[in-house]
């Protein structure tokens, strides 16, 4: 025999801060199917050639940490998500199994992180982990073309008046 009471009195006393980091989690999780449009190398700079659009470059490694947090926390993120996929063509590249293009791009250290314009001209480039706050002003300065004016410290006094 099923006792339900005692059931319903088990769920009426999980504390409100479990509640509340059950609900928080379900929120701050990017909508189903809500992901980077991540491309290849070779793909992805074939893209941006034919559809003139700015390229994020991101290199990771199957070992970094940092990478794992990148991946976990900014590459989560919704607005990050969907900045990304509006107005770039974002390329992953695993050092450890794309070391030609790793060695090309002169990558010292992971994650690295690198943006293009549309004429494969680096504009821009963020090395380390980025947290997702930092990482949209990055995308904005770039596709804004405000780098080519200003350093990111200027835009960001334009944007905050400090």
Request: hydrophobic share 40%; net charge positive.
């Given at each position: 025999m099923?006792?339900?009471?005692?059931?319903?009195t088990?769920?009426?006393?999980?504390?409100?801060?479990?509640?509340?980091?059950?609900?928080?989690?379900?929120?701050?999780?990017?909508?189903?199917?809500?992901?980077?449009?991540?491309?290849?190398?070779?793909?992805g700079?074939?893209?941006?050639?034919?559809q003139?659009?700015k390229?994020?470059l991101?290199?990771?490694?199957?070992?970094?940490?940092?990478?794992?947090?990148?991946?976990?926390?900014?590459?989560?993120?919704?607005?990050?998500?969907?900045?990304?996929?509006?107005?770039?063509?974002?390329?992953?590249?695993?050092?450890?199994?794309?070391?030609?293009?790793?060695?090309?791009?002169?990558?010292?250290?992971?994650?690295?992180?690198?943006?293009?314009?549309?004429?494969?001209?680096?504009?821009?480039?963020?090395?380390?982990?980025?947290?997702?706050?930092?990482?949209?002003?990055?995308?904005?300065?770039?596709s804004?073309?405000?780098?080519?004016?200003?350093?990111?410290?200027?835009?960001?006094?334009?944007?905050?008046?400090?």
């Open positions: 099923c006792n339900f009471k005692r059931g319903a088990a769920l009426l006393t999980i504390k409100p801060a479990i509640i509340a980091i059950l609900i928080f989690g379900f929120l701050a999780a990017p909508a189903s199917g809500e992901q980077i449009n991540w491309k290849s190398y070779a793909a700079i074939q893209q941006a050639r034919t003139h659009k390229i994020f991101h290199f990771t490694a199957d070992w970094c940490g940092y990478c794992r947090k990148m991946d976990a926390l900014t590459f989560k993120d919704a607005a990050v998500i969907d900045y990304l996929n509006k107005n770039f063509i974002s390329i992953k590249v695993n050092g450890d199994k794309e070391k030609q293009v790793t060695q090309n791009h002169k990558v010292s250290g992971f994650p690295d992180n690198r943006f293009y314009d549309a004429k494969l001209n680096q504009a821009f480039r963020v090395p380390g982990f980025v947290d997702p706050m930092a990482f949209k002003f990055y995308m904005e300065y770039v804004t073309d405000s780098y080519k004016d200003m350093s990111p410290q200027e835009y960001y006094r334009t944007k905050t008046g400090k």
